[in-house]
């Protein structure tokens, strides 16, 4: 498919790479009348469009079908046109017509910007999202970029979106029976088209191929077979065109949010999903009695990439309160006053872990420790060398629940009442970043660490750990 390179792009050099295999190969099984419906999840200018917009429609009229006929939309009709240009110009080329001209040639009559045909009854028409395409019929309706990232927050420009393509474009099948329907972006919110499409069900085959790989995100096999080859945390998608710098640069220009959707494809509410931004308040001093402390610690093994080691101070102390009704009762405050996170070996986190308690201990306050401690002999193991290295200080083991989310439940329901505030610091917004992606997000150490304080507190507070719909009960 890509020996026609060179027309479209003569100054840079064409670098294959695993995904681009695995986009072709679902691509021809849609040519093949395997797939029917196809959504496409890929990160920018890792060649989605020049696939599935360029390539693949050339590819099908020259190796097995001249006659099938395309429609192609984009949230800008010029994007659309671009592409369908250079579809054109790929199919005049001198290297297509030495190879293929035998195949079909372009109708004379009908050969503009917006739609071209062929003599076998094929054409590729280009429209914007909302465009007219009354009277049009298709074998392959295809949007490419259907979302505006800028319009992504707005709800009525994502359902002009969905009306356009539920309404509109899936209704310009030739033959219900054959008819394709293919989708092809990065994603840009929770309630986008291809959201819209996977949560209702319509049969869509789903190939999502993230920046970075993600064990914990990894989809199970597509129907044709695929699984992502990748099998490190971390693990880039193209690393000969997007090196780990240039990746990382991009992540500090996309932010939290705009990371997990157009890189990884696995947007979350900006304010937050299971934890609302809102609802931590910031403040500038902390309470100065009756606080009982914690510092607790979620445990990595990496340096350089993968998960994070993270340690939380955390403080709880007693608030009277008074309910709806006039009744008086006591309430817990619980105050995350620091954050100490990083990517270190082994040796070097104990080493972390050993200084962080000597500092908590010089600040005069009286601080439990606890190590979250992974199931089996081996976390056990682990858990004991690091307690004998922190000899002299008050440090517990806590066994790892395999659900974070469900561990984070309660935390959650006192977050979203205005239970839990943050000394402010410098680790403020890279906390918050996460905590709004949580449980979706690419790393959870946060979380998890702050889960693990806080019901630690409770306990040491003589509560028990109250279930989420507990906790709202009794604090509304």
């Not at 469009?49 to 693949?56: H, I, K, M």
């Not at 739609?115 to 076998?120: A, L, M, Q, T």
């Not at 800028?150 to 969905?162: D, F, G, N, P």
Request: aromatic share 10%; proline share 4%; charged share 25%.
């Amino acid at each position: 498919m890509f020996d026609g390179w060179h027309v479209l792009e003569p100054r840079s050099r064409f670098i294959n790479n695993w995904h681009i295999d695995a986009v072709c190969k679902h691509l021809t099984a849609m040519a093949n009348g395997e797939i029917r419906n196809l959504i496409i999840l890929m990160p920018p200018r890792c060649e989605k469009s020049l696939l599935c917009a360029v390539f693949f429609p050339m590819w099908l009229w020259a190796e097995r079908n001249p006659s099938a006929r395309f429609i192609y939309a984009s949230y800008a009709e010029r994007l659309a046109v671009r592409d369908g240009d250079k579809c054109r110009r790929l199919i005049q080329s001198p290297w297509f017509q030495r190879n293929y001209g035998h195949k079909f040639a372009l109708a004379a009559d009908q050969n503009t910007k917006h739609k071209f045909e062929n003599d076998k009854t094929g054409c590729r028409i280009s429209v914007g999202v909302g465009g007219v395409v009354t009277g049009e019929g298709a074998d392959y309706a295809c949007v490419d970029d259907a979302h505006k990232a800028l319009e992504s927050e707005s709800q009525a420009a994502r359902e002009r979106v969905k009306l356009f393509w539920n309404e509109t474009l899936s209704t310009r099948g030739n033959n219900p029976a054959t008819f394709c329907k293919l989708i092809v972006g990065q994603r840009v919110h929770e309630r986008d088209l291809a959201q819209d499409q996977i949560e209702r069900n319509l049969g869509y085959e789903v190939l999502s191929l993230p920046m970075e790989y993600e064990i914990e995100e990894a989809k199970r096999a597509t129907s044709l077979g695929f699984v992502d080859p990748r099998t490190d945390e971390g693990e880039l998608l193209w690393e000969k065109r997007f090196p780990r710098a240039e990746v990382e640069a991009l992540k500090r220009q996309l932010g939290a949010y705009g990371t997990a959707a157009q890189l990884q494809q696995r947007p979350a509410p900006r304010e937050g999903g299971m934890f609302k931004r809102s609802w931590f308040e910031i403040v500038d001093a902390l309470p100065e009695t009756n606080m009982r402390w914690v510092r607790y610690w979620d445990k990595a093994f990496t340096e350089g990439g993968g998960a994070f080691t993270a340690g939380g101070l955390m403080g709880m102390c007693d608030v009277d309160k008074t309910d709806n009704y006039g009744n008086p009762y006591i309430a817990h405050v619980f105050y995350l006053a620091d954050v100490v996170r990083g990517q270190w070996e082994p040796g070097a986190r104990d080493e972390v872990i050993l200084r962080t308690a000597h500092e908590d201990r010089a600040s005069g306050r009286r601080v439990k420790i606890f190590i979250e401690q992974e199931p089996g002999p081996m976390g056990r193991d682990a858990n004991r060398a690091l307690i004998a290295k922190l000899a002299g200080f008050d440090v517990g083991s806590d066994v790892a629940r395999a659900n974070k989310a469900l561990r984070a439940e309660p935390l959650a329901a006192q977050c979203s009442v205005g239970s839990v505030k943050l000394l402010r610091g410098a680790w403020n917004e890279p906390y918050l970043a996460e905590m709004a992606m949580f449980p979706h997000g690419a790393y959870k150490d946060q979380a998890d660490m702050t889960s693990g304080a806080f019901n630690r507190l409770l306990k040491l507070g003589g509560t028990k750990e109250f279930t989420a719909a507990q906790l709202r009960m009794a604090f509304g």
